[in-house]
């Protein structure tokens, strides 16, 4: 325990132990070993955030959105300038390569950044009224205090699409992270801090959720929840907000499709396409799973995606040399081992991994795998595998792949591969989803928004649009 980094909560401006003095282990994925100890937050800590982020709301709210912005700027400087030590803690409590991990931090840099000029940026609206002397007036308003709850996979900069839009408007935060990445965001929080936000403004809570997000949800002090998770535990909290009529933005779980036309560069695309779907090993939202690739080519593309996939060597994440990491835990790596074998049974032809890697005897390790001929009512075609799981199928007619890609209820991301703008057009116009990559699996930037349709969640994150879920709408009729 000696070389474990020891995080607490930050409530009220002051960093403390949880009030009962309960702490959890965050283990290294990559070789089951402790690295960070965190705080376990109970009901008492919960309640406490939320009367200090309460309490601090009506001074934050009145702060000029030029002295938010300076803020936010400063934050985001503080990161940029800490980022190869915030990355190295990101790996070994998540496991996603160094590389990953500095983009993850640059992306958060960036997010962040981008809120700070969004503060400056609300307008409001003027018109004309409809007798002499009246005009009506359209202003927006901060909500109130913000819960902010987010998911492993890229951990800062979850936390700050939701702690910066929410900042920028004059909103104060309780922000609970999963467990996993807890140190990482304890250090964004930190550069916040430094960077002068004020006490009771910005809120930390650790550990595991129940008992925080069960007071969250209890709450009529907490006026907006947003959320990012999976789809049973987003259901579960919409449910639970109508009490309080709490306001929601839900990015949840996602299984891109990726339609491969018949016009393309085979190999390259077929490469390009094993970097995206082995992201973070396949443990991304808006990871390309379900490839339905034109008959002609098909058998092409699969064979140079087998190829590229061979070439990919497993390892811990700060090894330089390392392609793909570790699942994030044992649960995971347990649950992608039986959708590999589920889907094989459904008819699934395995052509490559499906297993723990021999040499590598501890850590949560899963060989990325390519399963070919998978049937489109197959388990994994159908449930979010969030593993380094590739799908293969085939198809003949355009209308008969839209339909077969829009079938679930998922509707996050997806992906196309042309080279006629015309396809692209048709494709992008027809799927049900909230992102669309056209040949690249880029489907994240600040200054553009983030999230899905269907069941996959509303809301968004990034862009103009995201900071418009932390605003209240006022209007005021003013006859003179």
Known sequence: MDNTLVCDLYIGGEWRPAADGRRMEVVDP??????T?????????????????AAAFPDWSRVPPWERSAILRRAAAL?????????RRLTLEVGKPIAQARAEIQATVECIDWYADEARRLYGESLAGRTPGQRFFVSYQP?????????????VVLQARKISPALAAGCTVVARP????????????RCFIEAGVPAGVLNLLTGLPQEISETVMDSDLVRKLSFTGSIPVGQHLIRRSADTVKRLSMELGGHAPVIVHEDVDVAAVAATSVVGKCRNAGQVCVSPTRFFVHRRIKDAFVEHFVE?????????????????GPLINRRRLEFVEKM????????????????RPADLNRGF????????????EARAMREEPFGPIALMTSFEDFDEVIARANALPYGLAAYTFTRSMNTAQRTIDALEVGIVGVNTYAAATAEMPFGGVKHSGFGRENGRQGIQDYLDIKFANVVM
């Open 30 to 35: 990559a070789t089951e070993e402790p690295v």
């Open 37 to 53: 100890s965190i705080a376990q937050a109970g009901r008492e800590d919960t309640l406490a955030a939320i009367d200090a982020a």
């Open 79 to 87: 990161l940029a300038e800490r980022a190869e030590d915030v990355a």
């Open 143 to 155: 909500v109130g205090v913000v819960a902010a709850f987010t998911a492993w996979n890229f951990p």
């Open 178 to 189: 999963a467990e996993e990445g807890t140190g990482a965001v304890t250090e964004l929080v």
């Open 308 to 324: 590229a996939t061979r070439r990919l060597r497993l390892g811990h994440g700060l090894d330089p040399e390392t392609d793909v």
């Open 340 to 355: 590999v074998r589920d889907t094989v049974a459904d008819g699934g032809r395995l052509l490559l991994g499906g297993r």
């Open 365 to 376: 390790f899963f060989e990325p795998t390519v399963i070919d001929d998978v049937p489109d």
